[in-house]
Each structure stands twice: as structure tokens, then as C-alpha cells.
């Protein structure tokens, strides 16, 4: 029997019912199909969105031109947080890549209402904290751990996100194709081909319509000597 995604600690869930309402009498509900623009490297948004329904993604251009995908925002998380109480551009691309729906708030306004309520910047501050975490552990397994470290880092990170518990493993609920996947890491389509085929050939994974099972999550754990950092630490 399937059992339910992995019910991970994001912003907007963890505020009070009342905090909640407070927050979205402030803001403006929208729909917005897949593959719209929030906005774009090197903007200065007026706008920080919370996504309430589809997915959001992050990326950055490399010096050579390449996409390169840092983030994949979903239900109770903010996009464009990083313009916050700044002057500064911002440092990546969003794209709606399922269609959504998106509360869009001014960002002055949202900073009022941090500076005003409390709960509500708290729960932005831990967040937020998290989020940065997140972040500076992804690029360390980049950095450090080698293509093959940083795919099978990835892959944790897609389950600890994404993960549905199944019979035969942990279904990575986003499908994704194996060029998605290299822009995660920033390699090669060709390297992915040859990485996901070896874990297939080894029965850690398998491949269905573009959806990855994980049937042997713990071998990817041992390869990188895992530690017990918390699960919010450790997603895409």
C-alpha cells in the first residue's frame, strides 16, 4: 500500500491557522501556467510569491552559457525570498514548470508584516536558515563528491523532497528527464545516461515514464557516508 509523502517542515505550514489567514488577506492569489517567467537573473523583483499548489524552479546561467538548476520550490515554500529587506538583484531565474497557483505579495508589504508579526518571522528566519543549509550542503556534495557523488546526492535529495513510499521502493513523484537531471548537477546528458544505466543494471533503481524508483536508497547513503543531518537539509 502506497503510504503519504514525507510531510517536511516548509514556511507557510508552519504557522498558526490564524497566522496563516493574517498572511493571505495580504496577498493576491494567481494561476500561472507552466513555463512562465517570475522573473529573471540579475532582476529586482517588487514581488515574493508563495507557491500553493504546482512546482517552481530555480536556476542560474554558468560563464559558458548552460542552465544551471539550483532549486525546485513547491507547496508552503516562498520564491524570490532572497530580495527581502535588500537593494540588491537577484541571483536566479523562477520558472513555472507545472502550472500553479501563487500568492504574490509586495515585497515592502511583506517586510511590514515580518516586522510586525512575529510568529510570521520567526517561522521566515528558521525557514529561511534551512533553506540557506540546504544550499550550502548541495554545493558541497557538488564540489566535493565528484559527478557520481553529487548524482546520487541529488537523487536523496529528489526522494527527501518528492519521495512517495511504495512497496518496491521510494518513488521520486517528478518526472524527470535525464537532461533535468544533469542541469542539477551541471554535467553532461551523456554522463547521467551512463550513471542511471549502471544503477539500473545494479537494481538500485529503475525507470518508469520518466519517474525513478529508488529500490536501494541506502547504497547511494553509504557511497556518500551519510550522517543523521536533519531531512530539511537534505532537499533539492
Excluded at 514556511?11 to 490564524?18: A, D, K, P
Excluded at 515585497?107 to 525557514?127: Q, S, Y
Excluded at 565528484?146 to 536523496?156: D, E, H, P, R, V
Aim: glycine share 6%.
Amino acid at each position: 500500500m502506497e503510504k503519504k509523502q514525507l510531510q517536511m517542515k516548509r514556511f507557510f505550514n508552519e504557522l498558526s491557522e490564524e497566522n496563516q489567514n493574517y498572511l493571505l488577506a495580504y496577498g493576491l492569489s494567481i494561476k500561472v501556467k507552466s513555463g512562465t517567467f517570475l522573473f529573471y537573473e540579475g532582476d529586482y523583483p517588487e514581488h515574493v510569491y508563495l507557491v500553493r499548489s504546482g512546482k517552481v524552479r530555480l536556476s542560474k546561467m554558468t560563464a559558458d552559457g548552460k542552465e544551471f538548476s539550483v532549486h525546485l520550490k513547491q507547496k508552503d515554500e516562498l520564491v524570490g525570498e532572497v530580495g527581502l529587506f535588500n537593494e540588491m538583484s537577484i541571483s536566479v531565474t523562477a520558472e513555472v514548470i507545472e502550472d500553479a497557483i501563487l500568492v504574490r505579495f509586495d515585497r515592502h508589504t511583506l517586510e511590514a508584516i515580518f516586522r510586525d508579526n512575529g510568529e510570521i518571522a520567526v517561522a521566515f528566519m528558521k525557514w529561511f536558515a534551512r533553506h540557506t543549509q540546504s544550499t550550502q550542503a548541495k554545493f558541497r556534495d557538488l564540489i566535493l563528491c565528484g559527478k557520481t557523488g553529487a548524482f546520487y546526492s541529488t537523487l536523496i535529495r529528489f526522494s527527501n523532497s518528492y519521495g512517495v513510499q511504495q512497496d518496491s521502493g521510494i518513488l521520486i513523484n517528478v518526472q524527470l528527464t535525464n537532461q533535468d537531471i544533469a542541469n542539477y548537477i551541471g554535467t553532461s546528458r551523456e554522463s547521467i545516461n551512463r550513471m542511471l544505466n549502471d544503477l539500473k543494471k545494479a537494481k538500485i533503481l529503475s525507470v518508469n515514464d520518466g519517474y525513478i524508483i529508488l529500490h536501494n536508497i541506502q547504497f547511494l547513503k553509504d557511497y556518500l557516508h551519510c550522517g543523521d543531518c536533519p531531512v530539511e537539509i537534505c532537499t533539492i
